[in-house]
C-alpha cells in the first residue's frame, strides 16, 4: 500500500562547477571507422551467405590477414582434400 509523505522538502538541485575540466565527458567521440560514412551491419544470415559466396583466393588472403573463420575454413577445406584423396 502506498502513503502520501507530508513535510518531505522539495529536492534543491546540486550546483555544478564552472570549470569545463569537472565536467564528465558524456559525448561519444566518432570512430575512425564510422565517420567516413554510413556503417552496415548484416545478419547472422546474410553474414553466411556472404561467406559462401566468397572465392577461395579472397578467404585464403582474409587467412592470411588473420581471420580466424577464415583459417577455419581453409583447414577443414585441406582436410576433406585430404580424405577424399585417399
Known sequence: ?????SGAAAAQPVARPASSSA???TQAQPSKASSGGDTVQLSNAAQ???EARET???TSKEAAGGDI???NLLAREQAASKSSAK
Open 1 to 5: 500500500m502506498l502513503n502520501a509523505i
Open 56 to 58: 577461395s583466393a579472397q
Open 69 to 71: 573463420q577464415a583459417r
Open 23 to 25: 565536467q564528465p565527458k
Open 48 to 50: 553466411a551467405a556472404q
